[in-house]
């Protein structure tokens, strides 16, 4: 699936300063048959409030600003400015680590059993303490999925991008509890295209991760049909307030990682708009059987659903709470 050479995680600033997945790619033809999710969703939707409808909001209401997203460049404009990009390699994200590294006090937290993926000498202690801990959350068959971590402290201007088994942050411009939502909302794309997987058997859907066919039977297919009918082309009918974040709305991949990292940090404000917006409750759900089955809190989010649709997951306040031991 999805194979990328790694050079492409290393170069060129990307979109908005924000996350997003390096191997995206257009919708192929629907005449493939699109499975019908509605026996997925039997027997879950009404476990997360007494009423689920549809959301009735005010013509009033102050619609979220979409501007950001229509200045974003096409996505092969992204790819080829990746490809043939002349900023930094693996060489100056190392050398650039390095000197933080040296004038970086020494951790007082235990560094055992940290992941090997994560566990590079050039990365800033604190910041693999809280990859570790992230990843350790994760469902236990993807803790494996990410071959490469680069974290650079070079102010390349981008936070951070993320393909089916890479992650590149930059770790110079943002504190520690920024680092710990990006790296949940890089690392729901990971889980996204690499650890849920179909098999060709099922069949070609109608999407598709660059050039490389997604199959009927990839869980993320479930979640997706729930808004979009190609990886950036939203169903009829889909509003603002139908995603978690506006951000999640440019394609599938975000609106995926976004409510990730939106339900890791903010699950009482999910859950609260589930109660009124049954699009919100499917992905609630989704999340809930694959990710996280029966539901989990990890964090005490701080943002309240007021009916104004936040812009960006990673920006939103909470406090930390869990351990790993607590999972």
């Known amino acids: 699936m999805r194979v990328l050479p790694l050079a492409i995680f290393l170069i060129g600033p990307l979109l908005l300063g924000t996350a997003a997945p390096v191997a995206l790619g257009k919708s192929v033809s629907q005449s493939q048959p699109v499975a019908s999710v509605s026996s997925f969703w039997t027997g879950r939707i009404r476990s997360i409030g007494d009423t689920v409808r549809s959301s009735q909001r005010s013509s009033a209401k102050t619609q979220i600003a979409r501007a950001s997203l229509k200045q974003r460049k096409p996505t092969r404009a992204i790819r080829a400015e990746l490809l043939t990009g002349s900023t930094s390699s693996a060489t100056s994200i190392q050398a650039s680590a390095s000197s933080v590294q040296s004038q970086s006090p020494q951790s007082p937290f235990p560094t055992s059993d940290i992941f090997p993926v994560l566990d590079q000498p050039d990365i800033l202690l604190r910041h693999r303490l809280i990859a570790n801990e992230m990843l350790r959350l994760m469902p236990k068959k993807c803790h494996n999925t990410m071959k490469n971590f680069y974290v650079r402290y070079d102010n390349s201007g981008q936070r951070g991008v993320a393909g089916k088994e890479s992650i590149v942050m930059d770790g110079s411009k943002i504190d520690d509890h920024e680092f710990r939502t990006l790296f949940a909302h890089e690392f729901g794309h990971v889980l996204d295209l690499g650890c849920l997987q179909g098999t060709p058997v099922a069949g070609a859907s109608e999407f598709k991760d660059g050039n490389d066919i997604m199959w009927n039977d990839?869980?993320?297919?479930?979640?997706?049909?729930?808004?979009?009918?190609?990886?950036?082309?939203?169903?009829?009918?889909?509003?603002?307030?139908?995603?978690?974040?506006g951000y999640a709305s440019w394609d599938v991949f975000e609106d995926i990682t976004e409510s990730l990292t939106y339900y890791i940090f903010q699950r009482d404000a999910f859950i609260a708009r589930a109660r009124t917006n049954h699009v919100i409750a499917m992905k609630l759900?989704?999340?809930?059987?694959?990710?996280?089955?029966?539901?989990?809190?990890?964090?005490?989010?701080?943002?309240?659903?007021?009916?104004?649709?936040?812009w960006d997951s990673t920006k939103l306040p909470y406090t930390w709470t869990i351990s790993v031991s607590q999972k």
Not at 219 to 232: D, E, G, K, M, Q
């Open 285 to 310: 759900a989704w999340i809930e059987t694959y990710v996280f089955p029966g539901g989990i809190t990890i964090a005490n989010g701080s943002h309240q659903w007021n009916g104004e649709v936040p």
């Open 218 to 245: 990839d869980p993320s297919l479930v979640f997706y049909r729930i808004s979009w009918t190609a990886h950036n082309v939203q169903k009829e009918g889909m509003k603002p307030e139908n995603f978690v974040t």
